[in-house]
């Protein structure tokens, strides 16, 4: 079963490519672990996980990010600002974390907002 934040990911992702953008497919082919609950005894898979998203954000220019409680979000935030990526958190609801904001170089609170910023950043 997929989880709701993965389902929120790749809504998003098929909007933008509905209005002419490029994505990273991150969880194509079956990249989907959110039914896993314990990484401990999977170190294999982690470090498959972990090599697959990093390349991930070394292939983007910008990274959207939508503020799901995650530390693989809060890392690849981190990772993307440290090698000089734009970073965009879209965000209708509150943000109760200083965390995000701190590492997005724009924060947006509609889907048309998102594509006019990301239309300037092209």
Known sequence: MRGAGITR????????EKKGFETVKQF????DYSYIH???????????????DLACIKEADV??????????TSIEM?????????VILFSNKPVPSPWPIG??????????DLVRKLHEMV
């Open 28 to 31: 194509s082919k079956g990249k």
């Open 63 to 72: 990274l959207v990010v939508l503020p799901e409680p995650s530390f693989g």
């Open 9 to 16: 990911i790749l809504r998003m992702r098929e909007f933008l």
């Open 103 to 112: 590492f997005s170089d724009m924060v947006v609170a509609n889907k048309n």
């Open 78 to 86: 981190f990772v993307a600002k440290n090698a000089k990526k734009k």
């Open 38 to 52: 314990d990484f401990r005894e999977k170190t294999i898979l982690v470090n498959n996980i972990i090599k697959h």
